[in-house]
């Protein structure tokens, strides 16, 4: 991976001091003098490690411009800065950038360009070092700098002033941002969020449980500052986190409306789940072909490895699929899992129905486990030309009436298959009960018929 990680260190903050000094114990570092820019604009002494570049600056992050130009060859910019809030002990990492008028640096409207993948990393790392009194958050897009050069992000220390001279909590952001030196900053999967609050704990939960990644987030109070929905605000939103994806908290039809209109495309929390780790042009074909996941589709484990110019849509058997989900619904499930790239579900995506996408093999295979499941509920179960033929010895209500057994507990002990006595005739089980004959098609049509044994 070309480019360096440019740390910047704002001696404005005193987080951020605390933070650099911890940068500066962590790792080995060479010492480089810089003359070609004032000490106080990142020039002076300069530290540099493999991959890492860290620049000194004595103005707030949030006022610098550019600063992407004091560092050599940068392909991603942490500045390490302070969190203040009522928040308590907290570690947190957010992009840059305002939605409506520009009240704490950068310009209205306008936005950093974020990196995504890099920010979820980081989150990751600041979950693994952070002490035990400290917790790990997301924060939606605030404030400058808008201006950076290179993809950007703040990674913070809060929320008091004890937090920021605290060496434990600035060592943790220290080695959670030095492991960024090999990180790219974009990944394919990432999307915008619009909605919610300051701190975003449904972005955090994508980030947390898919593989998605997050850019830029309009929150409540910033969507409102924005006032009337602007495209251009919206559209640049968009490019500068390279998505073409977004997830809307709560009702905004407007704002939603807008999105759409401008090409992008509104999903859900279920999509970005259920999507996760199968390839996209996997996620379209089975959406044209079967359903949408908002209505039900789901992933089989082949779907990972793409493949589905091979698979056929297949109507699963319902009601063989029915008997067999009766007997061991968990092992259905698993099996179909298993075996299509994509299925049908109903009743909220808790149960199997309607089509699927599977290739020959795997339909065999499905096949193969739903008769031999029927195996533990019937004695004699078979499988011929198209069908599953299986045999039962049931009690026959009908046949106990006509050897005069009148309705109670004496129906309950015959089927349990316990004998009788009716006006003193001695009434065997076997009598009353008979062998039943059931036939599932492949298609899911069943046939009954029964026969005495």
């Not at 809030?85 to 957010?94: C, M, S």
């Not at 950093?112 to 897009?141: K, R």
């Not at 999967?189 to 972005?203: E, I, S």
Request: with cysteine.
């Amino acid at each position: 991976m070309t480019g360096t990680l440019g740390i910047v260190v704002s001696r404005a903050d005193a987080a951020s001091v605390t933070i650099g000094e911890q940068l500066r114990e962590c790792i080995d570092w060479e010492r480089i003098t810089d003359d070609s820019r004032p000490d106080g604009a990142g020039g002076g002494t300069v530290y540099r490690a493999p991959g890492i570049e860290l620049r000194e600056f004595d103005e707030l992050h949030l006022d610098l411009t550019n600063v992407a130009k004091a560092f050599t060859d940068p392909r991603l910019v942490a500045f390490v800065s302070k969190h203040a809030g009522d928040t308590g002990r907290l570690l947190t990492a957010h992009h840059t950038g305002n939605f409506g008028p520009a009240e704490a640096g950068g310009e209205d409207g306008e936005f950093a360009t974020a990196c995504p993948n890099a920010h979820s990393e980081v989150l990751a790392s600041l979950a693994e070092y952070a002490p035990a009194n400290y917790e790990v958050g997301m924060e939606c897009t605030h404030h400058g700098p808008t201006a950076v050069g290179v993809p950007s992000m703040f990674v913070e220390l809060g929320s008091s002033e004890s937090e920021w001279s605290d060496p434990a909590g600035a060592r943790a952001v220290a080695r959670a941002v030095i492991d960024l030196r090999d990180v790219a900053p974009r990944r394919e999967r990432q999307l915008v969020g619009f909605g919610g609050g300051h701190y975003v704990p449904r972005f955090e939960r994508i980030v947390g449980k898919t593989d998605w990644a997050v850019g830029h987030i309009g929150a409540d109070w910033a969507l409102d500052a924005m006032g009337s929905v602007d495209e251009d605000v919206l559209r640049r939103a968009f490019e500068r986190s390279g998505a073409n994806r977004a997830l809307v908290e709560g009702e905004r039809p407007e704002l939603e409306r807008t999105v759409e209109r401008l090409g992008y495309e509104l999903v859900g929390e279920t999509w970005l789940r259920e999507t996760t780790g199968v390839p996209l042009d996997v996620v379209a074909e089975a959406e044209e072909r079967l359903t949408t996941i908002e209505q039900g589709l789901r992933f089989g484990a082949p779907a990972t490895e793409g493949g589905i110019e091979d698979a056929e849509r297949w109507r699963l058997p319902g009601d063989l699929l029915a008997e067999a989900e009766g007997i061991d619904a968990a092992a259905v499930r698993e099996t179909v899992e298993h075996r299509a790239l994509a299925f049908e579900t109903e009743q909220s995506g808790t149960r199997i129905g309607g089509r699927a996408l599977v290739n020959e093999a795997g339909r065999e295979a499905i096949l193969d486990a739903l008769v031999a499941l029927l195996g533990e509920k019937y004695h004699d179960v078979e499988r011929e030309d198209g069908r599953v033929v299986v045999h039962e010895t049931a009690f026959s209500p009908e046949r106990a009436h006509e050897m005069g057994v009148p309705e109670g507990p004496a129906f309950g002990r015959l089927a349990d298959g316990e004998s009788v006595t009716v006006d003193g005739r001695a009434i065997d089980p076997e009598i009353v009960h008979v062998e039943c004959e059931r036939r599932f098609s492949f298609d899911g049509c069943v046939e009954r018929k029964g026969k005495d044994k």
